[in-house]
């Protein structure tokens, strides 16, 4: 789906695949297909190889803030994000107006030699509750083939952006349209790039089959935005997460590797989503970004332990030329109580590097799983470890940098320097043209020797995938694999069929094709929707294989949903699981329930992304428990209308910068067991979005006046409609939900 939002304003690339040739050998990670790139260039927040290590050479051995080495310093894109370097340009997501009312995120393009700003894209951060000290959590990733800039940002907003010109190409509001949560917490994945797909995950809440919460992968057409594949991983995880998948060749066939929000490391398959093995590490979500080297995976946690709850933290190694369920038997070695949940490691030689979340780094032998030694670098590490030049790049989250040279025993520090008293790091260094950069909250900066021109080590010839001989078809994927559409639409159905190995095959035209909740598809393979509210599901099938697409079929406004199904509708994103329907004095509505564990308190939105100057309506009725009332609104445009039992009526959009950002309370009383009316009004005009308010008892005359009123002048200029609950303390009921245009 093309959505085309007004805002303001790893890549994975199938990258280069090589290996480090230097004094200590660092195996590259093997790519499927390698494209035509800069091998100097820094695409991907862990490298061109996704693995954090470099091949230049001749790069510094010490810096300092006060000059030595420094190339340049910019305060003005500090940030809490990696940088990536392609064609010359640095790219960097950062708070863009920091502590002013037009706080929002965004991401910058600078000229890699000076740091001058040459593009910005800036966007607002809305309907999330993380803070807005995580903006810039993920990083943006590059797309050498296709001249693209991917960037998800803090507030689930995923865009792909020109990166000459930061014009905004595609995008989609991933809460909005597929209910992926922006959690106080921050944790927000990294897009990556595979030959003509750009896959990003998350929690999800969505709709039909996918409205029970788990962390998914979505697959785009990284040109025009449509949806090729979705995965689900187990329902219910405990976290959100942000390991980073990487791409290698195992058992000869393109895999994707990365941690879950489940606690378990997956490889799946990039062209079609297939998981080809799970080892389940942790009952808590996986953060770590694994690395992989001729098939061995190496990878940590910080959270307990799948085979023994008591123990926090492991980390691993395995064999991943496999299929299916790997049990603790299968690890190759695990070394327990190493709480390395954050920073990714890195492979020099015959040696392992992690860097637990205290800051203490943990060498061990790849092939042993036998402890080299320890070194403590700081208090605490949330960046990873950089390798280039036979040499260790880190900074700790405090400000310690350093640079260390492997040895015998362990490593020597060739240089530390310190930054200033409170300049925190969250990201890692990357390095570029003998440039390394290196961001913090307060700076980005740009190291390096001056004059001297850098140079790269020949890179050994990579693992690659099998030729793809088996043309026999063992999956089939149905293209987009979700979508919006109106009433009547007609949209052109893609069916594709892969071998057992995830390689594509050819189109398949001969699939028998039904339809299930309305519409038809022609012998053409084109899908027509149905008539009125719908969802939808398309099931191609050819012989025992068989594969679905999904669709919603929304009309144009004016909606009304009075519930007399006794469902709740189809379409509705992050509702169903959450709400339930209920007899209301007689009749029909929703409740919004409190048993259902972190999901108490939830956003669901209703259809359009692009719709704006509209008005949302609905009924209410709260329960009351143990003097305890509940909130329950409504979503207009991006911006929520909150009724809260602290007997306040507030308008907002990012939940977590009230106090800045936008957001008016008034005091209003009102009490349990009691129906009233809510409407809740966006006006967009000259540049601005006017947001109105009112709420008064059912069956009693509308009032004329507006109960809160506040203007935006950094507006929301768009947004679906929705509805906003927390029922933690005590469950509400929902009935008569209508939406018209002003």
């Known amino acids: 789906m093309?959505?085309?939002?007004?805002?303001?304003?790893t890549?994975?690339?199938?990258?280069?695949?090589?290996?480090?040739?230097?004094?200590?050998?660092?195996?590259?990670?093997?790519?499927?297909?390698?494209?035509?790139?800069?091998p100097m260039d820094w695409p991907h927040w862990r490298g061109p190889q996704m693995n954090g290590v470099s091949l230049e050479t001749n790069l510094p051995d010490k810096w300092s803030p006060k000059g030595e080495n420094l190339l340049w310093r910019k305060h003005e894109y500090a940030t809490r994000s990696t940088p990536i370097v392609m064609d010359g340009r640095v790219y960097v997501v950062c708070r863009a107006f920091p502590e002013t009312t037009q706080e929002g995120e965004k991401t910058v393009c600078?000229?890699?030699?000076?740091?001058?700003?040459?593009?910005?894209?800036?966007?607002?951060?809305?309907?999330?509750?993380?803070?807005?000290?995580?903006v810039g959590w993920s990083s943006a990733v590059?797309?050498?083939s296709g001249g693209h800039i991917y960037v998800l940002g803090l507030g689930c907003h995923f865009q792909c952006l020109d990166a000459k010109t930061g014009k905004t190409v595609w995008e989609h509001s991933m809460s909005?349209?597929?209910?992926?949560?922006s959690t106080y917490g921050g944790r927000t994945n990294f897009p990556v790039v595979f030959e003509d797909l750009v896959i990003i995950s998350g929690v999800m809440t969505g709709w039909g089959e996918t409205a029970v919460p788990a962390h998914r992968f979505v697959a785009f057409d990284k040109k025009t935005g449509e949806a090729v594949w979705l995965k689900s991983t187990k329902v219910r995880p405990e976290d959100t997460t942000y390991s980073t998948p990487v791409f290698t060749v195992l058992n000869g066939q393109a895999a994707m590797v990365v941690g879950a929000g489940d606690g378990a490391v997956y490889a799946i398959q990039p062209r079609t989503g297939k998981t080809i093995w799970k080892y389940q590490a942790s009952t808590r979500g996986i953060n770590t970004t694994p690395l992989v080297e001729n098939g061995i995976v190496y990878g940590g946690h910080s959270e307990q332990n799948q085979t023994d709850t008591t123990i926090l933290g492991a980390v691993f190694a395995f064999n991943g030329n496999t299929e299916g369920e790997l049990s603790e038997g299968d690890l190759l070695w695990k070394i327990p109580r190493r709480t390395v949940g954050r920073s990714a490691p890195i492979k020099m030689g015959d040696r392992v590097y992690f860097v637990e979340d205290g800051a203490t780094l943990v060498i061990v032998d790849a092939k042993t799983g036998q402890l080299v030694s320890t070194k403590k670098l700081g208090r605490i590490m949330f960046g990873s470890l950089v390798a280039g030049d036979g040499k260790i790049y880190v900074a700790e989250n405090t400000g310690r940098c350093y640079v260390l040279k492997p040895t015998e025993k362990g490593v020597d520090v060739l240089g530390e320097?310190?930054?200033?008293?409170?300049?925190?790091?969250?990201?890692?260094?990357?390095?570029?043209?003998?440039?390394?950069?290196i961001p913090s909250i307060e700076a980005l900066y740009c190291i390096g020797k001056k004059d001297v021109k850098p140079e790269i080590a020949k890179a050994p010839e990579a693992v690659k995938e099998s030729k793809n001989a088996d043309k026999s078809i063992a999956q089939l994927l149905v293209t987009p694999v979700e979508m919006m559409v109106k009433p009547g639409q007609k949209v052109k159905l893609s069916v594709r069929g892969y071998n057992k190995a995830g390689q594509y095959v050819g189109p398949v035209t001969n699939a028998e094709i039904t339809v299930q909740g309305g519409g038809m598809v022609g012998k053409d393979q084109t899908f027509t929707a149905p008539s009125g509210v719908a969802g939808v599901v398309i099931t191609a099938k050819l012989g025992e294989t068989a594969a679905t697409a999904r669709a919603r079929s929304i009309p144009a406004l004016p909606w009304k949903?009075?519930?007399?199904?006794?469902?709740?509708?189809?379409?509705?994103?992050?509702?169903?699981?959450?709400?339930?329907?209920?007899?209301?004095?007689g009749k029909k509505g929703l409740v919004k329930v409190s048993t259902i564990p972190k999901g108490t308190r939830s956003q669901a939105w209703m259809g359009w992304t692009d719709l704006h100057d509209y008005t949302i309506q609905a009924d209410f009725m709260a329960t009351e428990k143990g003097g305890r009332l509940p909130d329950m609104g409504l979503i207009n445009q991006r911006y929520t209308l909150d009724l809260?039992?602290?007997?306040?009526?507030?308008?907002?959009?990012?939940?977590?910068?009230?106090?800045?950002?936008?957001?008016?309370?008034?005091?209003?009383?009102?009490?349990?067991?009691?129906?009233?009316?809510?409407?809740?009004?966006?006006?967009?005009?000259?540049?601005?979005?006017?947001?109105?308010?009112?709420?008064?008892?059912?069956?009693?005359?509308?009032?004329?006046?507006?109960?809160?009123?506040?203007?935006?002048?950094?507006?929301?200029?768009?947004?679906?409609?929705?509805?906003?609950?927390?029922?933690?303390?005590?469950?509400?009921?929902?009935?008569?939900?209508?939406?018209?245009?002003?």
């Not at 909005?176 to 949560?181: D, F, N, R």
């Not at 320097?417 to 440039?435: C, D, K, M, N, Y």
């Open 2 to 9: 093309n959505l085309k939002h007004l805002f303001r304003g």
């Open 11 to 38: 890549v994975t690339i199938p990258a280069q695949t090589f290996l480090l040739c230097l004094g200590l050998a660092v195996t590259g990670m093997p790519l499927p297909q390698a494209i035509s790139a800069d």
């Open 110 to 134: 600078l000229d890699a030699a000076t740091g001058d700003l040459i593009w910005e894209s800036v966007h607002n951060v809305f309907l999330s509750d993380a803070p807005a000290e995580r």
């Open 142 to 144: 590059g797309d050498p």
């Open 176 to 181: 909005e349209e597929y209910g992926m949560l």
């Open 417 to 437: 320097t310190r930054l200033a008293q409170g300049e925190e790091v969250f990201g890692s260094p990357a390095i570029s043209h003998g440039r390394i950069y």
């Open 561 to 585: 949903f009075d519930f007399s199904d006794d469902k709740v509708p189809p379409v509705w994103i992050g509702a169903d699981y959450r709400h339930k329907p209920a007899p209301l004095d």
């Open 644 to 742: 809260q039992g602290a007997q306040k009526l507030e308008i907002r959009s990012w939940t977590s910068r009230l106090e800045l950002r936008f957001a008016k309370k008034v005091d209003f009383s009102w009490k349990a067991g009691i129906w009233y009316t809510m409407k809740f009004q966006g006006d967009t005009k000259d540049g601005k979005a006017t947001l109105r308010g009112k709420v008064w008892e059912r069956g009693t005359a509308e009032p004329a006046e507006w109960n809160i009123e506040a203007t935006d002048a950094t507006p929301n200029v768009n947004g679906s409609p929705g509805l906003f609950g927390n029922a933690s303390d005590a469950e509400f009921y929902l009935d008569n939900v209508q939406v018209t245009a002003n």
